[in-house]
């Protein structure tokens, strides 16, 4: 439909390199102020590019994140938790983060970059490596860090509205959840020397998303070892957990004034028994791409 408009470049490569490698691509060829970065299962809502570039007018931001929804949210049980949980992710953590100037997370399917910043780092980005090995995958969490690195903040706009398409099955959902897992260990590694130089609440925020899934996992493995030693239901950790997942499920339903986010508290189940053993074996197998 575009191709004959003059406004548009169309880039076609010879085979299928990678995103990173395909935005580098894009990037050099580029001319503009702003770069933006949407993935091919993305559709954006009218006014989010106005919204991202109008925060983009301060000089020291050099990336901008849209918030996220899940365009088939109504198709399975799967979808509906993963587009709370998305909610959840953007208008709690990242919200929070932006409050204290560095999302460290400007996600994939919807940022906005200062042109003039990505051509500096564009280096660094493209020879990215771990354990001697070249990092293909957690392109949006690595490029948020180099932005940091280069002294500009990163920012959450919540009314810029991007629809992305989420997994409808547990099997890809676990598969992306990996990659991600590894994306984060990965780069949670090289972000710790910045924090010093970030607000203080950055530290806390990113001790606590590290250690608290341990802290979780070390609970339900005592509670485990209760069961199987004592024959007795280790209650005090249930009723632990249990009450975090219903206030939290409470507050998101009353900031979002959405009585669905307390179904949310099915994810708990998901969180428990799947994604502790997932993260724990990303932790094991960081160098596997």
């Known amino acids: 439909a575009f191709a004959g408009d003059s406004r548009f470049n169309f880039i076609l490569l010879d085979k299928n390199v990678g995103k990173r490698k395909a935005q580098i691509v894009a990037i050099r060829r580029s001319s503009g102020d702003l770069v933006l970065n949407v993935d091919s299962d993305t559709t954006l809502a009218s006014d989010v590019v106005a919204k991202l570039a109008r925060k983009m007018r301060d000089p ?90 280069a002294g500009l903040r990163t920012e959450y706009v919540p009314d810029a509205i991007a629809a992305t398409i989420v997994p409808d099955r547990l099997g890809p959902y676990l598969r992306q959840q990996l990659r991600w897992a590894r ?47 004592t024959a007795t239901v280790p209650w005090s950790a249930v009723l632990m957990i249990t009450s975090m997942t219903i206030i939290r499920c409470s507050v998101a339903a009353f900031r979002a004034r959405q009585l669905r986010f307390l179904g949310f508290s099915l994810h708990t189940f998901i969180n428990v028994f799947l994604l502790l053993p997932l993260k724990a074996y990303a932790l094991c197998t960081l160098s596997n791409s």
């Open 60 to 149: 020291a931001v050099g990336a901008a994140m849209g918030q996220l929804a899940a365009s088939n949210r109504s198709d399975t049980w799967l979808t509906r938790l993963i587009d709370m949980e998305y909610w959840l992710a953007c208008n709690e953590e990242r919200a929070a983060q932006a409050r204290f100037g560095a999302v460290m997370c400007c996600c994939g399917p919807c940022a906005m970059y200062r042109r003039s910043a990505l051509v500096l780092l564009l280096d660094q980005y493209e020879t990215q490596l771990f354990r001697g090995k070249p990092s293909d995958f957690g392109e949006d969490r690595h490029l948020t860090i180099l932005m940091l690195k």
């Open 183 to 229: 994306s984060t260990f990965r780069d949670t590694l090289l972000a710790l020397h910045l924090l010093p130089s970030l607000d203080r609440y950055l530290t806390l925020d990113v001790v606590g998303q590290n250690l608290g899934p341990l802290l979780l996992a070390l609970s339900v493995l005592a509670g485990l070892a209760q069961l199987a030693l």
